[in-house]
């Protein structure tokens, strides 16, 4: 199973930029998707997450301004990032907790994208 995460990139404050995460492989079933950050200095924390059966979670320092969303069909994961502010460049990961096609239940990580807010 792979993650492959795209779309950071420099934005200016109060803009907005979309993250996608794209994942391949043999899924037997998916428990958790979502986007985690690490700012320089600080440890990696949850900025939204898709479980199963729907429901979401968000950092409340992102709450109305980030929607996690999930495109099945795709198997892409997307966070659509909106009124961007400087303490949220950081460089975002998507996560996936799933049980692989050999049955193994286990958390994976795509490389990272840079989102840098600035002006």
């Known amino acids: 199973v792979q993650l492959q995460a795209s779309g950071g990139g420099l934005v200016q404050p109060g803009g907005s930029l979309r993250l996608s995460c794209a994942t391949s492989?043999?899924?037997?079933?998916?428990?958790?998707v979502g986007w985690y950050r690490q700012a320089p200095g600080n440890q990696r924390e949850l900025v939204a997450r898709i479980i199963s059966g729907g429901s979401t979670n968000y950092a409340d320092s992102v709450k109305g301004r980030f929607t996690i969303s999930r495109d099945s069909a795709k198997n892409t994961v997307y966070l659509q990032m909106n009124s961007l502010k400087p303490e949220d460049t950081a460089v975002y990961y998507c996560?996936?907790?799933?049980?692989?096609?050999?049955?193994?239940?286990?958390?994976?990580w795509g490389q990272g994208t840079l989102v840098t807010v600035s002006s």
């Open positions: 996560n996936a907790d799933l049980r692989n096609g050999l049955g193994f239940r286990r958390d994976y």
């Open positions: 492989g043999i899924i037997r079933a998916m428990y958790a």
